[in-house]
């Protein structure tokens, strides 16, 4: 059967995160249902490039799918976008070999964690960007931000109760961009662990104002120890913003 790969964006907030759970709506079951839909009644499992944690958002997730329908592959987004709900959109799909695979396949991905700081919430940001009421060092968060690039045990930026083993990942590049009142830090990588980019930009944060030092990094990962980073930061200031191949 034909494969089809799928660039899908989400808005994250009323979802239980990306992954099936039972009784719970998250973004796969939604997907999977319209999908099932399409092929009149008929189970139809998706792929995805990895799971996303409840209230976090994506830009270019990717996911793949096997259809015995025949669709042109132009009208695929058109196709499932009628049948999903507004929260989720279809951007682009494409026949693949059927060997692709949208998690084993991947070769990097880019994190987006957009953060906003005035006196007062914005409440029309409150489920898309977190809120810092204080102000930030934001040379010294660069000067850490570059203490975590290249290859490292990442032990103590993920989460304890991660079952995977093997926790060296390299990080490629963290940028971090300032406009207006918002900052925006960007985590290009060869893969992430459960909670890394979160803790990550928590520990960032705390370097902004000015409760670690930058040179705590390195001590940090040293370290191999979850309680030395900062605390997690809040899912929805979290986007998964591409996948590469």
Not at 51 to 63: K, P, S, Y
Request: include cysteine; charged fraction near 25%.
């Amino acid at each position: 059967m034909p494969r089809i790969k799928c660039t899908v964006a989400y808005d994250g907030t009323a979802f239980h995160g990306y992954q099936v759970q039972p009784n719970k709506r998250t973004v796969q079951s939604v997907i999977e249902q319209a999908l099932s839909r399409i092929h009149k009644g008929a189970a139809v499992k998706v792929v995805a490039s990895g799971r996303t944690d409840a209230g976090v958002h994506a830009v270019g997730q990717v996911l793949h799918f096997d259809t015995n329908i025949t669709i042109p592959i132009e009208k695929w987004p058109i196709v499932l976008n009628s049948q999903l709900t507004e929260e989720i959109t279809i951007q682009h799909a494409e026949q693949v070999a059927e060997d692709f695979h949208a998690r084993f396949s991947v070769r990097g991905k880019e994190y987006r964690y957009r953060i906003y700081f005035d006196k007062v919430r914005n409440p029309f940001l409150r489920n898309y960007a977190h809120f810092s009421p204080q102000s930030l060092n934001i040379d010294k968060m660069r000067e850490a931000a570059l203490l975590l690039e290249g290859e490292h045990d990442f032990t103590s930026f993920c989460s304890a109760k991660t079952e995977v083993v093997d926790k060296v990942r390299e990080i490629y590049r963290v940028e971090i961009l300032e406009e207006d009142k918002e900052l925006t830090i960007s985590f290009r990588g060869n893969g992430f662990l459960y909670n890394m980019v979160r803790i990550m930009v928590g520990t960032l944060l705390e370097v902004g104002t000015e409760k670690l030092l930058p040179k705590d990094i390195k001590t940090i990962l040293e370290s191999k120890n979850r309680s030395a980073a900062g605390k997690t930061a809040p899912a929805h200031g979290l986007y998964l913003w591409r996948v590469d191949y």
